[in-house]
C-alpha cells in the first residue's frame, strides 16, 4: 500500500506530463489497482517512478485490455515518469531493472507498453528500443491519439 503522501508526489511529477496528466481521484484509483511500483529517490526527491498492473489484476484501461485480449502472462507498465531535471541520466532504464527483477521473482514472461505517437515521444520510443522491446502493432486510443504496442521478454539472455 502506498501512503497517501507518496501518492500525491507521483500525482503532481505526473500533471507535468500533457499525455498522462489525471484527474487526482483517477490517479489515486490507478495507483491502488497497480501490482508493480517503483520509484527512485535522491536526498528524499523524487526523480521519478514507474506504475505497473500484471495480467489478471483488472483494470479499466484500454492499453491493458488490448495486451489482456492477446496475452495470459505480463506486467503492463501504464507509466514511467521521470522529472525533468532526470531525463536521460539512468533512471528509466534502472526502473525497468527493478520491473525485470520483479517479473522474474513472480513469473511473469513478458513486459509491455504503449508508447505515443500521436503526439510523438521520440525519447521514450528509443529508450524502450534501446532496452530490448519490440514494436508489436500501431493502434488508435478512443482519444483519437495513436500509440505503438510494444512488448520485451523477461527471459534472462544467455550467451
Given at each position: 500500500?502506498?501512503?497517501?503522501?507518496?501518492?500525491?508526489?507521483?500525482?503532481?511529477?505526473?500533471?507535468?506530463?500533457?499525455?498522462?496528466?489525471?484527474?487526482?481521484?483517477?490517479?489515486?484509483?490507478?495507483?491502488?489497482?497497480?501490482?508493480?511500483?517503483?520509484?527512485?529517490?535522491?536526498?528524499?526527491?523524487?526523480?521519478?517512478?514507474?506504475?505497473?498492473?500484471?495480467?489478471?489484476?483488472?483494470?479499466?484501461?484500454?492499453?491493458?485490455?488490448?495486451f489482456l485480449?492477446?496475452?495470459?502472462?505480463?506486467?503492463?507498465?501504464?507509466?514511467?515518469?521521470?522529472?525533468?531535471?532526470?531525463?536521460?541520466?539512468?533512471?528509466?532504464?534502472?526502473?525497468?531493472?527493478?520491473?525485470?527483477?520483479?517479473?522474474?521473482?513472480?513469473?511473469?514472461?513478458?513486459?509491455?507498453?504503449?508508447?505515443?505517437?500521436?503526439?510523438?515521444?521520440?525519447?521514450?520510443?528509443?529508450?524502450?528500443l534501446a532496452?530490448?522491446?519490440?514494436?508489436?502493432?500501431?493502434?488508435?486510443?478512443?482519444?483519437?491519439?495513436?500509440?505503438?504496442?510494444?512488448?520485451?521478454?523477461?527471459?534472462?539472455?544467455?550467451?
Open positions: 500500500m502506498i501512503r497517501s503522501t507518496v501518492a500525491e508526489q507521483y500525482w503532481k511529477m505526473n500533471q507535468q506530463s500533457e499525455v498522462l496528466a489525471l484527474p487526482k481521484l483517477d490517479f489515486a484509483e490507478l495507483v491502488q489497482g497497480c501490482d508493480f511500483v517503483a520509484e527512485r529517490r535522491e536526498n528524499d526527491s523524487l526523480q521519478g517512478f514507474m506504475l505497473g498492473i500484471s495480467a489478471g489484476k483488472g483494470a479499466d484501461n484500454f492499453g491493458y485490455q488490448w485480449a492477446r496475452f495470459d502472462d505480463f506486467l503492463f507498465v501504464d507509466r514511467v515518469v521521470v522529472d525533468q531535471d532526470f531525463h536521460r541520466t539512468g533512471v528509466a532504464t534502472s526502473l525497468y531493472d527493478d520491473a525485470l527483477h520483479w517479473c522474474r521473482q513472480h513469473g511473469i514472461a513478458r513486459i509491455v507498453c504503449q508508447i505515443h505517437d500521436r503526439p510523438p515521444n521520440p525519447a521514450a520510443r528509443a529508450l524502450h532496452l530490448g522491446f519490440q514494436e508489436i502493432e500501431s493502434v488508435m486510443l478512443p482519444s483519437r491519439n495513436i500509440v505503438t504496442m510494444f512488448q520485451r521478454s523477461t527471459a534472462i539472455a544467455t550467451p
